[in-house]
């Protein structure tokens, strides 16, 4: 074992690209989606450092051409997620005692990868399996997987570099090890990034995982695991698997291995792993760590001193860009009489303008959504809200799916604060806007406090500082990340910590320290260099 207090390279945000006409990677992202369509891939699961195929096939599509076929899954079973427990706990013990900065390099030329070779081939599957547009895949499968990779491995030596004093005489250590078990990483659709993440910072950390994607994120994540098969992740160390979630389930939260969660979904999924963990607590060796962020009802508040356009665009970009898809998307609006009139022709303007259709066309600022089912929810409270007296529709309200899953951004606006789409999360290009009297900017606070389970993102647009210290502590509680004039979406790794709490799950903040103590259990060594011979105390010694 090298000898050593190494320092890793200092991390940085990785520049994000503008693929504008004429840019060398603009055309490489162009020759990576015609590639990429034009063949159909046979993605296997990773077990074992073995690719495992079945007999089970399943098309994969892109969202907004869902005729077209990219390739086939291997659809697993039980047997498969067994295979993937059984390769993670054999492969434990020589990956928690590997040197921390041979872990280190591993992720750290994972990063590399994804910034040069595989940029546009990560990108172009992002682009055709989840529907993103090359900005929106670019800053998510590109910038922010590689600045989880490269924040990380500074994370990891900031804590282990985390000691306690000693007193005279002895030496006190803390050693953070890796969990008694196995991780189970359960990832979302939406962000490659949260995909690539949640597995490999639990395996920085001297952890083996077991690894289930979205179904509909599939395409990219095969991706992931040829880049860290390529920079040298050992076979078990990541296993990654396409079963149902009902199979995982009855597996993993039974096994007595198993020593955590890293999740990313739906505060309903969430929830109901929780319980799945408590009743079974009795079957584990340890107690799991449930890290978990989970759904958003996410607000603006516009404050009668905005700046106007700001708010407007702050609207659109935070409701619409990824067509909504996102857990901190704005969803719920609160805007004031006096600048209503502008911040909707604004909107309304903005709107008029986007083009909406497939990846391929860079023109494009609003692709489809996920698949038929997000489509066909959207679709219903749409046909609700034209049906509604009581709420107006001021700007899309069509939808179509022929060709693919397309909704046009939508902008509801409603008399109710509480009406159905002000308080559910419809995780789709869909905003409800509530106008409030100017002068009941307090009374609107204690409304956006209390109207949802959520408290994941929230904004405030204001010039007056009293008003923005004001909303900033009545809404302390809201919202786990909080915009003062900007949009409540684009967290970077390593300036905005992400993650909230109530409905929105447990806040432990990933893309900082915070995130990577949940993967490690401490242990306090002392040792004592000249030990006492005698029991006696001298308080005990005679007069």
Request: hydrophobic letters at 40%; one cysteine or more; a negative charge.
């Given at each position: 074992m090298l000898k050593g207090f190494f320092k890793t390279p200092k991390p940085y945000n990785e520049p994000v690209l503008t693929y504008a006409p004429g840019t060398t990677e603009r055309n490489a992202l162009k020759a990576a989606l015609a590639d990429a369509r034009s063949k159909q891939l046979d993605i296997p699961m990773y077990i074992g450092g073995e690719k495992v195929y079945s007999d089970k096939k399943v098309a994969l599509r892109p969202p907004h051409d869902h005729q077209h076929i990219l390739g086939h899954f291997s659809q697993g079973n039980k047997d498969h997620i067994k295979q993937a427990i059984d390769a993670a706990l054999k492969a434990k013990a020589q990956w928690e005692n590997l040197?921390?900065?041979?872990?280190?390099?591993?992720?750290?030329?994972?990063?590399?990868?994804?910034?040069?070779?595989?940029?546009?081939?990560?990108?172009?599957?992002?682009?055709?399996?989840?529907?993103?547009?090359?900005?929106?895949?670019?800053?998510?499968?590109?910038?922010?997987?590689?600045?989880?990779?490269?924040?990380?491995?500074?994370?990891?030596?900031?804590?282990?570099?985390?000691?306690?004093?000693?007193?005279?005489?002895?030496?006190n250590r803390i050693e953070q090890r890796p969990l008694e078990g196995f991780v189970f990483a359960l990832t979302p659709f939406n962000f490659t990034a949260i995909a690539g993440n949640l597995p490999t910072s639990a395996a920085m950390m001297g952890n083996v995982v077991v690894w289930k994607p979205a179904n509909t994120q599939i395409y990219a994540a095969n991706v992931i695991m040829e880049v860290l098969r390529e920079a040298g992740l050992p076979a078990g160390v990541i296993n990654l698997v396409y079963v149902s979630g009902p199979d995982a389930g009855d597996v993993i939260f039974k096994h007595p291995d198993f020593a955590g969660i890293h999740f990313t979904g739906s505060t309903e999924v969430f929830q109901n792993i929780w319980k799945e963990i408590g009743n079974n607590i009795h079957l584990y060796k340890t107690y799991p760590r449930i890290v978990g962020e989970t759904g958003g009802k996410d607000f603006v508040v516009v404050h009668p001193s905005a700046d106007a356009k700001a708010a407007a665009v702050g609207l659109v970009r935070g409701a619409f860009e990824y067509q909504g898809q996102k857990c901190s998307a704005a969803s719920r609006a609160y805007v004031p009489k006096s600048l209503w009139p502008e911040i909707k022709e604004s909107m309304q303007k903005d709107i008029s303008s986007f083009k909406i259709g497939p990846t391929e066309d860079f023109e494009n600022f609003v692709n489809a959504v996920i698949d038929e089912k997000s489509f066909d929810k959207l679709a219903k409270y749409?046909?609700?809200?034209?049906?509604?007296?009581?709420?107006?529709?001021?700007?899309?309200?069509?939808?179509?799916?022929?060709?693919?899953?397309?909704?046009?951004?939508?902008?509801?606006?409603?008399?109710?604060?509480?009406?159905?789409?002000?308080?559910?999360?419809?995780?789709?290009?869909?905003?409800?806007?509530?106008?409030?009297?100017?002068?009941?900017?307090e009374e609107t606070l204690e409304l956006v406090d209390t109207t949802s389970i959520y408290a994941l993102t929230g904004a405030i647009f204001a010039q007056d500082r009293y008003a923005v210290e004001q909303a900033t502590t009545k809404l302390r509680n809201a919202a786990g990340n909080f915009y003062i004039n900007d949009k409540p979406t684009g967290a970077v790794v390593g300036q905005q910590p992400f993650g909230g709490a109530r409905g929105s799950g447990t806040n432990d903040k990933a893309g900082s320290m915070i995130n990577l103590l949940r993967w490690v259990s401490p242990r306090t060594i002392k040792e004592t260099f000249d030990p006492p011979k005698d029991y006696r105390y001298p308080f005990m010694d005679k007069e």
């Open positions: 040197a921390w900065e041979q872990r280190a390099a591993i992720f750290l030329k994972a990063a590399e990868l994804l910034a040069g070779p595989y940029r546009a081939k990560i990108n172009a599957a992002t682009m055709l399996g989840q529907s993103k547009n090359a900005y929106q895949a670019e800053i998510d499968s590109a910038c922010e997987l590689i600045d989880f990779l490269r924040f990380n491995v500074t994370y990891m030596t900031e804590i282990y570099s985390q000691q306690v004093d000693s007193a005279k005489g002895i030496w749409i046909d609700n809200a034209k049906n509604d007296p009581s709420v107006e529709i001021i700007a899309g309200g069509t939808y179509d799916k022929s060709k693919g899953y397309f909704i046009h951004p939508t902008v509801i606006v409603a008399k109710d604060p509480k009406y159905v789409t002000m308080c559910e999360e419809l995780f789709g290009p869909v905003l409800t806007i509530y106008v409030y009297e100017d002068a009941k900017f």
